[in-house]
């Protein structure tokens, strides 16, 4: 068996990529491969798509009703009954996986290794501090199980053409009642690419001005089939909803391609982009702060620079 | 009535450019501007709102660390803390062992909401609120944007990834704070006076008769990649010309 077990994220329908990234991270843990835990209210079709990944070595499901919303408080102690079996615990450092790995790191008595961003050695990783303005080693002593989450943004997602065997496991703990799920209000992003999967992400600001001028932007965005961003003041303004925050404390992308529209470039937005393919900054004051991580700058005005795009591309 | 304990921790101001020691020991923290972590403030804040609300009746601020650390607690008690705990330490505190000693702290006050800030912005580990909920065996409502108390229960809205979760949890729990929850209030120097009044208790952390030893070792530090310095054009032309020549225009 394998030495890695990796919590699969989803929806309840799908297997979120972010799993695919967790075993890109594992791959020098274990050459042999990885376990992949789906706990859900119904398995089968997210297994299948995590069996059928390459990497993984076999895929354990948990089907219960109390699954069928990712609560961390009912999630944490079914991964606990399963982790004894393993050397590592791996999740990805989204805010599903940020909400549940360090309540299980907790009551394996063990501390938690956040947001991976390289494995050095079997007990040593990489992981950004202060917003990604530094990066430590940190070293994990022998004999604890190592629980961490993954910056997913730092691993490609393994290909598919796995065939990895899918088996039932029966977990009896007891689950707190403590903690109800209500309901998920999502944001229409229309038929727009995942903002975290996305190859091309077009991210607006606060200078935009409105609700409705962010509109400019989702015109050229569904124009190259790219996901639409922002920055924080743009989600505080009320012009955008927060699921498309890109930043320190909001999502960290790595697109091929990030067009950056009026960002300045506060510190927090730009951990968030760094491991983006090329960076293509657009902004009237040549002097922000944008430019000097730009691979492609353009000084002049959105509302010139945006409906000229969509017209040439 | 519901009493409410905040976590406040010191921090490099965000202000602050974070700079690597050229030994890699660390970052340089001679020097530099401290304050209250951002989330933290905000935990602070959303804790006076649920009191002036009449929803709790006492507000205790926490922190761990240096003697040092009382200058945030002062801020705390200045914008309406009504008293104040330091867990005196030398010891680098890792979430594991914050989150054991807020919960010794928690057998001692018995709060129903203990307020958090969701991460702090040196280490951006995320996880203290979480490992305490575990360790409380309470429920945990993280990066709250919203938080409504009633009967024994709190409505949180959390921003998650795919927008806005809403929970709701049995009293007492554990809640971490997003950035949209409030704009923390700026301190007046009338409350600052007051503050140095109010009870500022200080424990010594050996007291509480737990490890909290770091299990983990900061091997090195480094300064982030850089990415190398880009190209200006001029205009769309160009700017299309230069996409098309990385292959990036489908």
């Not at chain 1, 604890?144 to 703990?173: C, H, L, M, W």
């Not at chain 2, 690597?20 to 933290?40: Q, R």
């Not at chain 2, 429920?139 to 709701?168: C, H, M, W, Y």
Request: charged share 25%.
């Amino acid at each position: 068996m394998s030495k890695v077990l990796i919590i699969a994220e989803h929806d309840g329908t799908n297997l979120n990529q972010s799993t695919a990234r967790c075993l890109s991270c594992a791959q020098p843990l274990d050459a042999s491969g990885a376990d992949v835990v789906v706990l859900a209210s119904q398995c089968t079709a997210i297994a299948e798509q995590a069996a059928g990944l390459s990497g993984v070595a076999r895929v354990i499901t948990v089907e219960r009703a109390e699954n069928e919303h990712a609560v961390a408080a009912i999630i944490a102690p079914q991964i606990v009954a399963l982790a004894s079996d393993y050397d590592y615990v791996l999740a990805p450092s989204t805010t599903f996986g940020k909400d549940l790995t360090p309540r299980v790191a907790a009551l394996m008595g063990v501390g938690q290794v956040s947001d991976i961003m390289s494995v050095e050695g079997p007990r040593q990783f990489k992981r950004p501090i202060y917003a990604g303005n530094a990066v430590v080693l940190v070293e994990v002593p022998e004999g604890q199980t190592i629980v961490a989450t993954v910056r997913v943004a730092s691993f490609r997602p393994v290909a598919a053409g796995g065939q990895a065997t899918i088996t039932a496991a029966d977990i009896s703990v007891d689950l707190p009642a403590h903690t109800r799920f209500v309901e998920l209000k999502s944001g229409d992003s229309g038929d727009r690419p995942d903002l975290q999967t996305a190859k091309v992400v077009l991210s607006g600001w606060r200078g935009l001005g409105s609700e409705e001028n962010f509109g400019i932007l989702y015109q050229l965005a569904d124009r190259m089939n790219a996901a639409v961003g922002a920055s924080r003041a743009a989600v505080d303004a009320g012009y955008v909803p927060n699921e498309m925050q890109v930043g320190q404390t909001g999502k960290i992308i790595a697109p091929d391609l990030y067009m950056a529209f009026g960002i300045s470039g506060a510190i927090q937005h730009l951990t968030g982009i760094k491991d983006a393919g090329t960076i293509v900054a657009i902004n009237k004051d040549g002097e922000a702060p944008i430019f000097e991580i730009a691979d492609i700058g353009l000084v002049g005005d959105l509302f010139d620079v945006i409906p000229e795009l969509e017209k040439r591309l | 009535m519901d009493k409410i304990l905040v976590g406040l921790k010191r921090v490099v101001d965000y202000n602050v450019r974070i700079r690597v020691k050229s030994d890699g020991s660390g970052v340089v923290t001679d020097g530099v501007k401290m304050s209250i972590n951002p989330f933290d403030e905000i935990a602070l804040e959303e804790a006076l709102r649920i009191k002036e609300r009449g929803d709790a009746s006492e507000v205790i601020a926490i922190s761990i660390g240096s003697s040092d650390c009382q200058q945030q607690l002062r801020t705390g008690l200045a914008m309406g803390a009504d008293r104040a705990i330091l867990i005196e330490t030398s010891q680098e505190i890792e979430p594991l062992a914050a989150a054991g000693i807020l919960l010794k702290i928690i057998d001692k006050e018995q709060p129903d909401i203990v307020l958090l800030g969701k991460q702090a912005i040196d280490d951006d580990n995320n996880q203290t609120g979480q490992m305490l909920a575990a360790l409380w065996e309470r429920p945990q409502a993280t990066f709250a944007s919203k938080i409504e108390i009633s009967e024994g229960t709190a409505s949180v809205t959390r921003e998650v990834d795919a927008g806005l979760e809403v929970i709701n949890v049995d009293l007492p729990a554990v809640i971490t704070t997003d950035l949209r929850l409030n704009e923390p209030r700026y301190v007046k120097l009338p409350d600052i006076m007051k503050a140095k009044k109010k009870p500022l208790e200080v424990i010594n952390a050996d007291e509480l008769g737990i490890d909290i030893s770091p299990q983990f070792t900061a091997v090195s530090h480094e300064a982030p990649a850089e990415r190398e310095k880009g190209i200006i054009v001029d205009d769309v032309d160009a700017l299309i010309a230069a996409l098309k020549d990385k292959d990036l225009l489908g």
